[in-house]
């Protein structure tokens, strides 16, 4: 029998660029208008990808002063429940206190080295701002402030919420790392692991003869996310928020034989839940066409501020701002193709069901991780642009 209970699961990104930060990247430490009590900061970071393409990162948290304690889930014990641990402020460095805490609850920071070891873990976002702010930032010997770049590997939670009925998100930062020498073979790019629900509506009547003949489908899908207040109002529920992606082909055929296969329903009564790879693209179209150099960009070349090649390179990245997702292929889960048709799709019309407490399943994208994304054995890569 289909679920008509709507559960949310994946929800991960990893990211590798370069850490591009400003003053206005680290915000001060602020107290909550809402509770006097409550002091909190926010970090926004840039990630160059290269070619016009960046992706923000966040990092908020903060601390009741009048009740200075950090909760945080356990390391989990097999066939045992999720258990908090509530610490105190003033212990939230004592090493047996964090080693208690599960991995997935932690900050970890390593913008020095690649050397693992030297890694460190936070339980506050707080102290977490405070030593990228830190290892960012470079004073001269007059005083005058400016903050490094660096190449990095993020990785984090996906978190989705409306907005004067759009869906947003927030890419929220869980380790940030210089990048290693395996990493910098890696594309600069945003990859998410995301689970949608799809319904047959979330396809056009004509998705097959567009996707041969335009090499591109948008498909309306939707994303489950717990959502505790929706409109100033009280809800603590899983909501399918609506959050579409585009599948760009290079062989419009076999695309269309993959989604039909993978990512399409074939009962209109049920919805599937796809743990799909998606790229997200979030930046500037390149400009087609002859690049002119004028005479005031000329003399720029000519002063030596400006390389021609650099010029051209910014020039070909300030077309309109585009922010796009792109299917990759589904993931793979203990060897299998992670899309399963589970739910009734009352889920979708509904649009409110109530969640079981299931936790979020957190992605571990380590290099020994080898359980949930490799779709090479599919030629995906050969299929989808």
Same mark, same amino acid.
């Given at each position: 029998m289909a679920d008509k209970a709507l559960q949310s699961k994946y929800a991960s990104f990893v990211a590798y660029g370069v850490a591009n930060p400003r003053e206005e990247s680290f915000g001060e430490v602020t107290t909550s208008k809402n509770n006097v009590n409550y002091v909190y900061r926010r970090m926004n970071l840039r990630i160059d990808m290269g070619e016009g393409r960046q992706s923000y990162v966040q990092l908020m948290g903060g601390y009741d002063k009048k009740d200075a304690t950090i909760r945080r889930p356990a390391v989990t014990v097999a066939n045992q429940p999720t258990e908090f641990l509530t610490i105190p402020w003033d212990k939230r460095f004592d090493e047996a206190m964090v080693s208690q805490v599960a991995n997935y609850s932690k900050i970890s920071v390593n913008l020095t080295d690649t050397n693992y070891d030297n890694t460190k873990s936070f339980l506050s976002e707080l102290d977490a701002i405070e030593e990228m702010e830190k290892a960012f930032t470079t004073v001269d010997?007059?005083?005058?402030?400016?903050?490094?770049?660096?190449?990095?590997?993020?990785?984090?939670?996906?978190?989705?919420?409306?907005?004067?009925?759009?869906?947003?998100?927030?890419?929220?930062?869980?380790?940030?790392?210089?990048?290693?020498?395996?990493?910098?073979?890696?594309?600069?790019?945003? %990859?998410?692991?995301?689970?949608?629900?799809?319904?047959?509506?979330?396809?056009?009547?004509?998705?097959?003869? %567009?996707?041969?003949?335009?090499?591109?489908?948008?498909?309306?899908?939707?994303?489950?996310?717990?959502?505790?207040?929706?409109?100033?109002?009280?809800?603590?529920?899983?909501?399918?928020?609506?959050?579409?992606?585009?599948v760009r082909a290079k062989d419009g055929a076999k695309a269309v034989d993959v989604i039909n296969q993978f990512i399409k329903p074939n009962d209109e009564d049920i919805a599937l839940e796809a743990d799909l790879i998606i790229d997200s693209f979030d930046g500037y179209e390149k400009v087609q066409g002859e690049i002119k150099i004028t005479d005031d960009l000329q003399s720029l070349i000519d002063a030596g501020l400006m390389t021609e090649e650099e010029l051209k390179k910014q020039m070909t990245a300030s077309g309109r701002r585009v922010h796009e997702d792109f299917f990759k292929g589904p993931m793979i889960v203990n060897q299998k193709v992670s899309v399963n048709p589970r739910y009734d799709i009352s889920v979708l019309d509904t649009g409110v069901v109530e969640d079981r407490d299931m936790p979020n399943n957190h992605i571990d994208f380590g290099d020994d991780d080898d359980s949930s994304d490799n779709s090479n054995d599919l030629d995906i890569a050969d299929i989808f642009g």
């Amino acid at each position: 029998m289909a679920d008509k209970a709507l559960q949310s699961k994946y929800a991960s990104f990893v990211a590798y660029g370069v850490a591009n930060p400003r003053e206005e990247s680290f915000g001060e430490v602020t107290t909550s208008k809402n509770n006097v009590n409550y002091v909190y900061r926010r970090m926004n970071l840039r990630i160059d990808m290269g070619e016009g393409r960046q992706s923000y990162v966040q990092l908020m948290g903060g601390y009741d002063k009048k009740d200075a304690t950090i909760r945080r889930p356990a390391v989990t014990v097999a066939n045992q429940p999720t258990e908090f641990l509530t610490i105190p402020w003033d212990k939230r460095f004592d090493e047996a206190m964090v080693s208690q805490v599960a991995n997935y609850s932690k900050i970890s920071v390593n913008l020095t080295d690649t050397n693992y070891d030297n890694t460190k873990s936070f339980l506050s976002e707080l102290d977490a701002i405070e030593e990228m702010e830190k290892a960012f930032t470079t004073v001269d010997d007059k005083g005058n402030i400016t903050f490094k770049q660096i190449p990095v590997r993020v990785t984090g939670d996906i978190e989705y919420r409306t907005y004067n009925g759009e869906t947003t998100r927030n890419f929220n930062l869980r380790t940030i790392r210089v990048m290693t020498e395996k990493d910098k073979q890696e594309k600069y790019r945003m %990859e998410l692991h995301q689970t949608y629900i799809i319904g047959d509506k979330s396809f056009s009547r004509n998705f097959e003869d %567009e996707l041969v003949e335009k090499g591109s489908i948008i498909v309306a899908a939707y994303v489950p996310q717990y959502v505790s207040k929706q409109d100033g109002k009280v809800v603590k529920k899983v909501l399918p928020l609506p959050y579409a992606f585009t599948v760009r082909a290079k062989d419009g055929a076999k695309a269309v034989d993959v989604i039909n296969q993978f990512i399409k329903p074939n009962d209109e009564d049920i919805a599937l839940e796809a743990d799909l790879i998606i790229d997200s693209f979030d930046g500037y179209e390149k400009v087609q066409g002859e690049i002119k150099i004028t005479d005031d960009l000329q003399s720029l070349i000519d002063a030596g501020l400006m390389t021609e090649e650099e010029l051209k390179k910014q020039m070909t990245a300030s077309g309109r701002r585009v922010h796009e997702d792109f299917f990759k292929g589904p993931m793979i889960v203990n060897q299998k193709v992670s899309v399963n048709p589970r739910y009734d799709i009352s889920v979708l019309d509904t649009g409110v069901v109530e969640d079981r407490d299931m936790p979020n399943n957190h992605i571990d994208f380590g290099d020994d991780d080898d359980s949930s994304d490799n779709s090479n054995d599919l030629d995906i890569a050969d299929i989808f642009g």
